[in-house]
């Protein structure tokens, strides 16, 4: 079985689920997303897979939520998905996939519950 992670190495969550991940002997292919993001179309099935809304995906602590006015509660699913794949760093970390299912990886033994 082979698990996708959208990974990023400076967050101590998302190394945890990485470390989980490959102490259960799972094979994992790795998704740098700050270096390769997800397209519009990827974070849109993302969230169709985690039953969660773009907003609930953002990391709103970033400094780019604010710049970028994405606190305006009149923003369009579009407009957030697209801020999304322009600025990574938004995307709350660690996403995994398995099976056509996604789970956020906070804490990282919640996707334990797709492989």
């Known amino acids: 079985m082979?698990?996708?992670i959208y990974h990023n190495s400076r967050c101590s969550?998302?190394?945890?689920?990485?470390?989980?991940l490959e102490e259960?002997?799972?094979a994992c292919d790795?998704?740098?997303?700050?270096?390769?993001?997800?397209?519009t179309v990827e974070l849109t099935q993302l969230l169709d897979?985690?039953?969660m809304t773009p907003r609930e995906l953002m990391?709103?602590?970033?400094?780019?939520y604010t710049e970028?006015?994405?606190?305006?509660?009149?923003?369009?699913?579009t407009t957030l998905i697209a801020a999304m794949a322009s600025h990574p760093?938004?995307?709350e970390r660690p996403i995994v996939v398995s099976n056509g299912k996604a789970a956020l990886g906070r804490p990282p033994e919640a996707v334990l519950s797709i492989l």
Do not use: C, F, Q
Not at 13 to 20: D, E, G, N
Not at 31 to 39: A, F, G, K
Not at 68 to 77: A, F, I, K, T, V
């Open 68 to 77: 970028l006015g994405l606190d305006d509660p009149s923003l369009d699913d």
């Open 59 to 64: 990391r709103k602590s970033e400094a780019e």
């Open 2 to 4: 082979t698990v996708r």
């Open 24 to 26: 259960r002997g799972v």
């Open 30 to 39: 790795v998704v740098n997303y700050l270096d390769t993001p997800p397209s």
């Open 13 to 20: 969550k998302s190394r945890a689920t990485l470390a989980l």
């Open 89 to 91: 760093r938004l995307i």
């Open 49 to 51: 897979m985690l039953g």
